[in-house]
Every structure is written in C-alpha cells, then in structure tokens.
C-alpha cells in the first residue's frame, strides 16, 4: 500500500508565502518523479512543479521565480515554498509521485488526497 500524505495549504493574501509538504509511505523500491498539480472547478488538473530522482526540477511557467520545490530522497518527502501569492493561485493542489513498489515490473503514478489553496485579493 502506497501513501502519499499532504500538508500545509490553507488561506492567504495575495503577496503572501505558504509551504506544502508531501511524504510517501509504503512498500516503495524507487521514486523516479514526485511533484504538486493543481486543479480548479471546471479546469483539467495542470503541473506546477516536479522533481526527478537527481532533483532536476520542472515548473510551470506561471509559477516560475515565485514556486520552489525542493525534495529529500531519504525521507521521501517533497516541499514546495510558494511565494507572492496570487488571487489565481488558488486551487486544490494534488501531491504525484511516480514510483514502483517491491511487486510491481513497472513505475505507476500515484495522489494524494489535495489540500486547497486560497489566496485572496
């Protein structure tokens, strides 16, 4: 059994900070990506940053210079530092690993729960 837990999120001003953490727990042999999406009523689910296994990082363009993700391969844990916070920032933000487990041949992607984030104006 695969878990990703989530924290952090809650509310905020617009120009304002808030930090998520995600850690995965479980059978796990490898993670290859681990990363935070996002998802507002009505909208598809969007990347907002990622991570690889050598901690080569990947953001979306609306965060870059504002977002940063940092990840502890140890701990297998992901945090994403958001800065200057804006109004269309809000959302539920999903944590994605992609990994094996000890049965698995292959990598699969895995969710967790989404914590919302709202940032007012």
């Known amino acids: 059994q695969v878990q990703l837990v989530e924290s952090g999120g809650g509310s905020v001003q617009a120009g304002g900070s808030l930090s998520l953490s995600c850690t995965a727990s479980?059978?796990?042999?490898?993670?290859?990506?681990m990363g935070w999406y996002r998802q507002t009523p009505g909208k598809e689910r969007e990347l907002v940053a990622s991570t690889t296994d050598n901690d080569e990082a990947n953001y979306a363009d609306s965060v870059k210079g504002r977002f940063t993700i940092s990840r502890n391969n140890a701990n297998r844990t992901i945090n994403l530092q958001m800065g200057s916070l804006k109004p269309e920032d809000t959302a539920v933000y999903f944590c994605?690993?992609?990994?094996?487990?000890?049965?698995?041949?292959?990598?699969?992607?895995?969710w967790g729960q989404g914590t919302q984030v709202t940032v007012s104006s």
């Open positions: 479980g059978s796990i042999t490898s993670i290859l990506t």
């Open positions: 994605n690993a992609r990994l094996r487990r000890l049965i698995d041949l292959h990598y699969r992607n895995y």
